[in-house]
């Protein structure tokens, strides 16, 4: 069987604040640190900001955008999936992904938690806006990482 990195999505607001933006970057960082691809929304807030740790960590992260214009994409994304699919592309999101780690949010990253538990995919969540049957807590980004890729690879 081929092996396959671990593509791990990151989901959150596309605003945060200085500390969500910091969870972020460091669980991008350490996505990247770790050999795996990130995969997340490709525009702003916690999206940008684990985007820019990868990147800057020498990550590969691809963004799956929800417009048509790959220009619409933050500047960190490595790839670019320009959907064109609005909200749809959230599903696109979780399928790509071996294991999600969500960062806050709202409503759109609560869509992508619930595809994320209801196809089976490990869910794991730092600060979550809501507590979801199946979703696994992390107390840190750094045991949020550790998770999806113990999770990805079982």
Known sequence: MKHIQPQIGVIGSGECDERMWEMAYTTGKLIAEHGAILVNGG???VMEASARGA???GGLVVGI????DMKLANPYCSVVIAT????ARNIVLVNSSSAVISIGGEYGTLSEMAVALKTGKPLISVAPPVKLKGMILAESPERAVELALKLSRD
């Open 43 to 45: 525009l702003g807030g």
């Open 55 to 57: 990147r800057e960590n």
């Open 65 to 68: 955008i929800p417009h048509g």
């Open 84 to 87: 064109d699919m609005g909200h």
